[in-house]
Nanobody
Framework: VQLQASGGGSVQAGGSLRLSCHVV????????VAWYRQAPGEQRVLVAG???????NVADSVKGRFTISRDNVRRKLYLQMNDLKPEDTGVYYC??????????WGKGTLVTVSS
């Protein structure tokens, strides 16, 4: 399975970005999938997840600002990030629910938010 994340960049606080992840080589529609963030010097953490049925959950730190969605036809996962804050800085990765064991992580996409 290949995970092709894109859409990161450098923005000022209060700005917005939309991340995309193309999942290649898996039956995307049957999996619960999620976005994870790894900040410099820290462990990777869950940011937002979406089930195969479309139910979503987001971390408290991004609630009201980030929205996760999926397109099963295009095999893509999205993360709309609004009102970005410096603490949102990090490399963002997509993957399936870790309870199922992760796919190979891929390169992720870097988001840098300046104050």
């Amino acid at each position: 399975v290949q995970l092709q994340a894109s859409g990161g960049g450098s923005v000022q606080a209060g700005g917005s970005l939309r991340l995309s992840c193309h999942v290649v080589g898996a039956n995307f529609r049957i999996y619960n999938v999620a976005w994870y963030r790894q900040a410099p010097g820290e462990q990777r953490v869950l940011v937002a997840g979406i089930s195969s049925g479309g139910n979503t959950n987001v971390a408290d730190s991004v609630k009201g600002r980030f929205t996760i969605s999926r397109d099963n036809v295009r095999r893509k996962l999205y993360l709309q990030m609004n009102d970005l804050k410096p603490e949102d800085t990090g490399v963002y990765y997509c993957n399936r629910d870790l309870d199922a064991g992760p796919w190979s992580w891929g390169k992720g996409t870097l988001v840098t938010v300046s104050s």
